[in-house]
């Protein structure tokens, strides 16, 4: 027995890379170094931009800690600031989204912005001419935001690099689904706030291993016979894609999918881009999801959920996307509240050190099960925050890479 209890509690016979060490999903230090390391270091998707529809639409947003607005102008250009007013700092919006007239106007004092983010008033300004101080000048923070695909991504990192270079090859994976010439618009949105660490949705949302877990995947996807035959693409920073594949809806009783089929799509297929740190694009032949997180604790996450078809649809036709969306990906849709169970339950497991390693070994030259895609998500995890996934006690010497010797134990 005493051998037994000692396997949970000392590492796994594995490499490294093959597994992690679970405080990295529950210890709130690690969850700091996270946000800074991470979120507040490299580009986040904030919404698409069929959510800003006309001059003056706005939506509010938290990154890592930082309270933003992000904003079309009447220039139709979308821009993001901080969302604190530079007087005394009060919120200019509390709303999560609205619509701005031509000012932005502060509740407090009744400063007001341009939509480009200059001060255009200041209430009795005659307070300030002892001192010289005016309007001009004054102005709103702005945050970096640039857009692929219209997909609207900001940094609060002034030199983080530029976002093409950060996705890299995945701009063309981006760009062949979510083409400039056939735009596509949001026609379902939902969040809700987990209650597990937010790399368990991650790791769900990355891997196919547990399409075991639905039974409407085991039906269409797995008895597939050539479902083994995709594979997976990992390029730098951990994105990743897999080939697409075909599904057999008509075995579990759902219609086709082989009209109205999204860009770059084949009938009946889905596939999976996953984008570092927390996006999934996940395209099935009719509709594609999107899922992007904002941690809230190590054991609370925000999750956003968004369904999108085309802008040109027909009405007809977004009737049938949105049901193709909701019979899965609906709240009340077949495969959410199971991932949600599977991941709640994980990290209930996870709390006070119950269990201590979880196992990321899977090696199948990149075919659907691989766990390669995890590995390299858990490698770019460790060099942007420091530490050794599989030690998350030990911080990483600066020029060692992970999987290697030279753990610097704190
Ligand atoms: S804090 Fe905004 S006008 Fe004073
Ligand atoms: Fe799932």
Redo the contacts with the bound molecule.
């Keep these: 027995m005493e051998d037994k209890i000692t396997r949970w509690e000392n590492p796994p016979s594995l490499p490294p890379t093959h597994y992690v060490d679970n405080r990295i999903f529950t210890d709130s230090e690690i969850f700091s170094e996270e946000r800074d390391g991470i979120f507040a270091a490299t580009w986040k998707l904030v919404c698409h931009e069929s959510e800003l529809p006309q001059p003056g639409s706005y939506r509010a947003l938290t990154l890592a800690g930082r309270p933003l607005i992000v904003v079309r102008g009447h220039d139709n250009e979308i821009r993001t600031f901080f969302n604190i007013c530079p007087h005394r700092g009060a919120p200019l919006v509390r709303d999560e989204r609205g619509t701005f007239g031509k000012r932005i106007q502060c509740f407090y004092h009744l400063w007001t912005y341009d939509l480009v983010g200059n001060c255009t008033g200041i209430t009795r300004p005659v307070g300030y001419e002892p001192v010289g101080f005016s309007k001009e000048g004054i102005g709103l923070r702005p945050v970096r935001t640039e857009i692929i695909g219209g997909l609207v991504f900001v940094s609060i990192q002034n030199e983080v690099e530029p976002l093409e270079d950060f996705l890299g090859t995945m701009v063309d994976h981006i760009r062949l689904h979510l083409p400039d010439d056939q735009p596509l618009e949001v026609f379902h949105y939902h969040r809700s706030e987990i209650r597990c660490n937010w790399k368990l949705w991650v790791d769900?949302n990355s891997e196919q291993y547990?399409e075991f877990?639905?039974v409407l995947n085991r039906k269409t996807g797995l008895a597939q016979p050539d479902y083994h035959e995709r594979r997976w693409h990992l390029y730098p920073n951990s994105h990743n894609v897999i080939d697409q594949g075909a599904m057999n809806y008509g075995n579990v009783g759902l219609e086709e999918r082989s009209e109205g089929l999204m860009p770059g799509m084949q009938p009946d297929a889905l596939l999976v881009m996953l984008l570092f740190p927390d996006i999934m694009i996940n395209v099935r032949a009719t509709v594609m999801r999107i899922d992007t997180i904002t941690p809230v604790a190590p054991d609370r996450t925000i999750v956003e959920w968004r369904g999108l078809g085309l802008k040109s649809d027909s009405r007809e036709q977004r009737e049938i996307r949105t049901r193709h969306h909701n019979q899965v990906w609906g709240p009340a849709g077949r495969?959410l509240p199971?991932?949600i169970s599977a991941v709640e339950a994980q990290q209930i497991s996870m709390s006070n050190d119950a269990f201590r390693y979880s196992i990321y070994a899977r090696e199948e030259e990149l075919r659907p099960h691989d766990d390669s895609n995890l590995r390299s998500f858990y490698q770019e995890w460790g060099r942007r925050v420091g530490r050794w996934p599989h030690d998350a006690g030990a911080r990483r010497s600066e020029k060692t890479e992970l999987g290697v010797v030279g753990i610097a134990s704190e």
Excluded: A, C, K, W
């Design positions: 769900n547990h877990l639905h495969n199971e991932d």
